[in-house]
């Protein structure tokens, strides 16, 4: 048995409680009583205290708590770090900001508009140049150039931007009339007016009938200028586009019409070029006695007057149906130099730049055939790669006139 159970628990504990209820002192009623009413006060007073600070600052309250002095000195809390200064130039409020009701700035029109919606929309067109019939009001654009039929208006490219710095894009469209395989082409400017309804800014650019010719591309930069890709020759003819020179050309809304701020104005001259020149004598026809048809020979001389190679020059002679090729000047024009007669055509060359080439071809009227007296037109012209035309810069010269008798 341990030692726990030999002590008597209950009687060691009425011995503490009697000693410790003799050291201390129990209030009695009054002092209770007192001590409520201070609790009370102290209470009330805080209550007091913290609702007058709200409505009037410590002074206030002070003066709600105790009329009977003046009010203490505010304490200044002293700050922990240096304030931030007022910035130059700003004003200082000496009260309280009074409210103001902001009137909202108006916000532009959003002028994006996509191929297919510029389709479906009836616009007007600037002026096309003069010469095609081309239409320029309330027209409906086909949304492909392949689809666009005879002298009406395709879209060939599309982009936005902000070109007017109105804070809202706008679409910039590249439009062609078509015309057989081709066609003027004009960049033209689209928006949105407060209905939704879309509109024309202006033209930017257009092609012309000497240069540019071609426009190949548009881009809308950041800053509001719109750059258009312009070529010097439009493909067609026996012209690869491949060799039109091509630039960017910037232009920029006036706030009246587009006018060009960047890039070339003009072209040099085109690498696939040279100047061709033609000259012939007269065809004068002998009786030849072996079978009693006629003869003779057309000389040509063909210079090179450019600063590039003609790879070939072909070679045409407008001459009565009546008179055929003869004699071996005409084996290197191919099986049947009269195949597309007429006229007579013969392909030569090729001549270097600043090079000259004469040939005699000579031609036989056969017995019995008439031929009655009269002129003909001997026309060349240089081709370079391929086989397609070298641009000439002077193409009277590249035919003469003969007679034949």
């Not at 002026?127 to 060939?156: F, H, M, Q, Y």
């Not at 590249?174 to 081709?182: E, H």
């Amino acid at each position: 048995m341990s030692e726990l159970g030999n002590v008597d628990l209950a009687g060691e504990f009425t011995r503490y409680r009697e000693t410790m209820l003799a050291e201390v002192e129990v209030p009695g009623p009054a002092e209770a009583r007192r001590t409520v009413r201070r609790r009370r006060r102290h209470h009330l007073a805080t209550a007091a205290a913290a609702a007058v600070a709200l409505l009037g600052g410590p002074a206030v309250g002070y003066a709600a708590l105790d009329r009977s002095g003046p009010p203490p000195e505010p304490v200044r809390p002293t700050p922990s770090a240096s304030p931030t200064p007022t910035p130059s130039g700003s004003p200082n409020p000496t009260g309280p900001p009074s409210p103001t009701t902001a009137s909202p700035s108006r916000t532009a029109p959003d002028g994006r508009i996509s191929r297919q919606q510029l389709a479906a929309a009836r616009v007007d067109l600037p002026a096309w140049r003069p010469g095609p019939a081309c239409p320029t009001d309330g027209v409906r654009l086909a949304a492909e150039a392949g689809s666009a039929r005879e002298k009406t208006n395709a879209i060939e490219e599309v982009e936005t931007g902000d070109v007017d710095g109105d804070g809202a894009a706008e679409t910039v469209a590249l439009i062609r009339c078509a015309l057989g395989s081709g066609g003027p082409q004009q960049a033209v400017a689209f928006d949105r007016d407060d209905a939704g309804r879309i509109v024309t800014v202006g033209r930017i650019t257009a092609s012309t009938i000497e240069q540019p010719q071609w426009l190949t591309g548009l881009d809308v930069r950041a800053d509001g200028v719109v750059r258009v890709q312009v070529a010097d020759l439009a493909p067609g003819g026996g012209w690869p586009g491949d060799w039109s020179q091509r630039q960017w050309r910037g232009y920029r809304w006036s706030g009246e019409r587009f006018t060009q701020v960047e890039g070339p104005t003009s072209f040099g001259p085109n690498p696939y070029s040279t100047d061709l020149a033609v000259t012939a004598k007269d065809l004068i026809l002998a009786d030849d006695p072996t079978d009693g048809s006629r003869v003779g020979a057309i000389q040509v001389r063909i210079r090179n007057l450019g600063d590039r190679r003609a790879d070939a020059v072909p070679l045409t002679l407008d001459l009565p149906v009546a008179l055929l090729p003869y004699g071996s000047a005409w084996s290197g024009c191919g099986p049947d130099p009269g195949r597309y007669r007429p006229p007579l055509s013969c392909d030569l060359g090729p001549v270097e730049a600043g090079g000259e080439l004469v040939v005699r071809l000579g031609v036989r009227l056969p017995p019995g055939a008439r031929l009655t007296p009269g002129t003909a037109a001997v026309r060349g012209a240089a081709t370079g790669p391929g086989g397609y035309n070298l641009l000439d810069p002077d193409v009277d010269n590249n035919e003469d006139t003969i007679a034949y008798r």
